[in-house]
């Protein structure tokens, strides 16, 4: 007999505040994760927390009503658990727990802020089984407005993972050194040595928008000649063309660009010759981590 279960993630990003809402349908041992609805609204909490180190009262504001709507959302389509992760932004804000308090109060959604190490875990629980195989070397990048993480796998487990200081909201405000650009490429290469033939699978909104872009089947990758190609285009390209023109949000313009080259980078440090983009992130590891319960989330039931 089939089961169905709604499960749901908040994903407080750096850039943006995401709602996935997923059907687990279990029939005997099959389980399939169906996603029902994903609300993204662009709040660009990191804007904030790395400029002047807290988050302003007008995104606080805009925050709590994006949380009220999410929760009158959860309980319309019939969620039953649901886990709220923030990232980058939020840990770095010192208003951050002030703001996960006021929210509970107003909302009464719970977020749990994560540190880099949490958020990597979650994301590997997701559907990347569906790439690595148990026999080969990869490098998880996921990028986001704060921070990258970077994870090694290897025959199918993981080896050692790593989160830096930078994402695209770092990068469009020049709060990016050197030696951060030099810490990466140190941990990537010392990290894959002793594993040969590298493959990078990539993660994140910009990337998932590239890709799109290319209009590959989402079995095959990218090649970093291809990403090296289209930075050079949206380089020559306004912000207002790389709209107009590319069709691409507003808060998605301007961040695209230092995305790919943290991916790019990647590629060439690691050695590696393409990469494979997978519809995943940090979302559908929340909600895997729900289902198996571990990850060591807080799950709370709406």
């Known amino acids: ?20 809402i997923t059907n687990i349908i279990e029939d005997n041992n099959k389980i399939q994760f169906n996603k029902s609805h994903l609300i993204r609204v662009p709040i660009r909490l990191g804007q904030d927390a790395f400029t002047v180190g807290e988050i302003s009262e007008e995104n606080i504001k805009r925050m709590t009503k994006a949380m009220k709507a999410f929760k009158l959302l959860m309980e319309v389509y019939g969620v039953e658990k649901y886990a709220a992760c923030a990232t980058s932004a939020m840990r770095e804000a010192f208003n951050g727990t002030d703001i ?19 958020e990597a875990l979650i994301i590997a629980n997701s559907d990347l089984n569906s790439i690595i195989k148990n026999e080969g070397n990869y490098l998880f990048v996921d990028v986001g407005g704060g921070s ?9 487990k993981q080896i050692t993972s790593k989160s830096f200081k930078n994402g ?29 033939n590298i493959q990078l699978i990539g993660s994140g909104g910009n990337i998932n928008k590239i890709f799109k872009m290319s209009g590959k089947p989402q079995d095959k990758p990218l090649t970093n000649v291809y990403l090296n190609q289209q930075l050079q285009k ?34 060439k440090w690691s050695g590696a010759k393409q990469i494979f983009v997978p519809k995943i992130g940090l979302s ?8 198996n319960d571990n990850s060591g989330i807080k799950i709370h039931n709406l």
Do not use: C
Request: proline share 2%; hydrophobic share 40%.
């Open 1 to 20: 007999m089939i089961q169905i279960k709604k499960y749901a993630a908040i994903d407080i990003g750096s850039n943006a505040v995401r709602l996935l």
């Open 100 to 118: 996960v308090k006021s929210i509970k109060q107003e909302t009464d959604i719970h977020i749990e802020i994560i540190d880099g190490k949490k």
């Open 148 to 156: 990258s993480e970077f994870t090694l796998f290897s025959d199918g």
């Open 168 to 196: 695209t909201v770092r990068l469009l405000n020049n709060m990016v050194t050197e030696n951060v650009w030099n810490e990466i490429q140190k941990w990537i290469k010392n990290a894959v040595e002793n594993y040969p």
């Open 234 to 267: 949206l380089n020559t390209m306004s912000y207002e063309q790389r709209i107009s023109e590319l069709g691409l949000n507003t808060d998605r313009a301007d961040v695209i660009i230092p995305a790919i080259q943290i991916y790019s980078n990647a590629l």
């Open 284 to 291: 559908d590891g929340i909600v895997k981590a729900i289902y």
